[in-house]
């Protein structure tokens, strides 16, 4: 089992910058997968980052190129999603979530065995 815990959302404008946490406990997760994936309202759950637990390789959606940053710290066990240049659409309920025993990357959130609760992320214009 793998615990997932996120916080860091809040209310921003636009231009702002938040950065979320995501602190894990439970199985050891070498050769695992940490992504964050958003939803917002009538919507999808849409992947945005993903970062690998042992080299670091990460993956991000096109849509959040350039202006979020994923990142880990292993020594605490915490994945971190620096969020710049927020825009209105980036409003939704984010999501941290753990993909298992796998190298390649995945959009898809049906790969992501464990979920945290989320966090409330709201982009004022």
């Known amino acids: 089992q793998v615990q997932l815990v996120e916080s860091g959302g809040g209310l921003v404008q636009a231009g702002g910058s938040l950065r979320l946490s995501c602190v894990t406990s439970?199985?050891?997760?070498?050769?695992?997968?940490i992504g964050w994936f958003r939803q917002a309202p009538g919507k999808e759950r849409d992947f945005v980052a993903a970062?690998?637990?042992?080299?670091?390789?990460?993956d991000y959606a096109d849509s959040v190129k350039g202006r979020f940053t994923i990142s880990r710290d292993n020594d605490k066990n915490t994945v971190f999603l620096q969020m710049n240049t927020l825009k209105p659409e980036d409003t939704a309920v984010y999501y941290c979530?753990?993909?298992?025993?796998?190298?390649?990357?995945?959009?898809?959130?049906?790969?992501?065995?464990?979920w945290g609760q989320g966090t409330q992320v709201t982009v004022s214009s």
């Open positions: 979530a753990a993909r298992l025993g796998s190298y390649y990357f995945s959009p898809s959130a049906n790969d992501y065995s464990y």
């Open positions: 439970g199985r050891p997760l070498s050769n695992h997968h």
């Open positions: 970062i690998s637990w042992t080299n670091s390789r990460t």
